[in-house]
T-cell receptor, first 112, second 113 residues
């Protein structure tokens, strides 16, 4: 089965610094990797999607990279703010293009 | 901005009872999904629905579960005989196409006692 793993330890970071989160997957590379934000008691909110033929994608202060050799995606939040505090989920799209398989998420806490 | 809505926000039921969770996906979306998240655990896929039929389902989605799109706007998840282990947050999601980002609703917290 296709697995997707994220660092389960919370990431504590000072405001203004860059947070870097890791997502590792097994077996074949997914055609798409997606990153979502989840606040406590709320549904995931889509942030970024990266295709396997893309090395990097950016959106405002967010950057995602995709390394099919390492079977890894990195998610960066630059100039972090306390409002960025949340759990960030990595998800791979299934081969049939239907379901998302989520990692366990990494909780980020940005301290002022 | 259009959003996915879900009702109720919290449902408490006794073991063995039937529950129906309701969702209104975004109006021009074609693919619909149910996911669940047990407290402290991963978001897990349950079922996907396209063109009025199930396109994929997980091992969790056994005969106790069913989905329906009864009127072209609502998308429902029915659990026929709830078990304690069905207690979780249930999220509905929709997308305009299969390989696009998914838009999630706020969730229904199901508590089975």
């Amino acid at each position: 089965s296709q697995k997707i793993e994220q660092n389960s330890e919370a990431l504590n970071i000072q405001e203004g610094k860059t947070a870097t989160l890791t997502c590792n997957y097994t077996n074949y590379s997914p055609a798409y990797l997606q990153w979502y934000r989840q606040d406590p008691g709320r549904g995931p909110v889509f942030l970024l999607l990266i295709r396997e033929n893309e090395k990097e994608k950016r959106k405002e202060r967010l950057k995602v990279t995709f390394d099919t050799t390492l079977k890894q995606s990195l998610f960066h939040i630059t100039a972090s703010q306390p409002a960025d505090s949340a759990t960030y989920l990595c998800a791979r799209l299934g081969a049939a293009g239907n379901k998302l398989t989520f990692g366990g998420g990494t909780r980020v806490l940005v301290k002022p | 901005e259009p959003e996915v809505t879900q009702t109720p926000s919290h449902q408490v039921t006794q073991m063995g009872q039937e529950v129906i969770l309701r969702c209104v996906p975004i109006s021009n979306h074609l693919y619909f999904y149910w996911y669940r998240q047990i407290l402290g655990q991963k978001v897990e896929f349950l079922v996907s629905f396209y063109n009025n039929e199930i396109s994929e389902k997980s091992e969790i989605f056994d005969d106790q579960f069913s989905v329906e799109r009864p009127d072209g706007s609502n998308f429902t998840l029915k659990i026929r005989s709830t078990k304690l282990e069905d207690s979780a947050m249930y999220f509905c999601a929709s997308t305009p196409g299969g390989a696009y980002e998914q838009y999630f609703g706020p969730g229904t917290r199901l508590t089975v006692t």
